[in-house]
Nanobody
Framework: QVQLVESGGGLVQAGDSLRLSCAAS????????MGWFRQAPGKEREFVAA???????YYADFVKGRFTVSRDNVKNTVYLQIDSLTPEDTAVYYC????????????????WGQGTQVTVSS
């Protein structure tokens, strides 16, 4: 069992940057690919980015270089750096753990976090 706890969300202004963190419990963190999803009000949850155990990354097309996913296998933590925030980035951001990058991209994670709210004002 892996428990995921996100943090770092909040209310920011357009153009600001944020770094979201997701802390994982347990010693099996290094076995999982990790990913980030988001869900805006009235919209379906969408894939944002993922990182494999070895550090390979994959991003959604809309990211356009503004998002960077990384992981620290010593701290059992995965991060999502978001730059040049826009109001369209307003959403609940969820962390997820899965067997592979592909499984995460296909919305097949094994574990989900509870989410952290990001609100971007114009």
């Amino acid at each position: 069992q892996v428990q995921l706890v996100e943090s770092g969300g909040g209310l920011v202004q357009a153009g600001d940057s944020l770094r979201l963190s997701c802390a994982a419990s347990g010693r099996t963190f290094i076995r999982y690919a990790m990913g980030w999803f988001r869900q805006a009000p009235g919209k379906e949850r969408e894939f944002v980015a993922a990182i494999s155990v070895s550090g390979d990354t994959y991003y959604a097309d809309f990211v356009k270089g503004r998002f960077t996913v990384s992981r620290d296998n010593v701290k059992n933590t995965v991060y999502l750096q978001i730059d040049s925030l826009t109001p369209e980035d307003t959403a609940v951001y969820y962390c997820a753990a899965g067997e592979t990058l592909n499984r995460l991209y296909r919305y097949e994670p094994i574990y989900w976090g509870q989410g952290t709210q990001v609100t971007v004002s114009s």
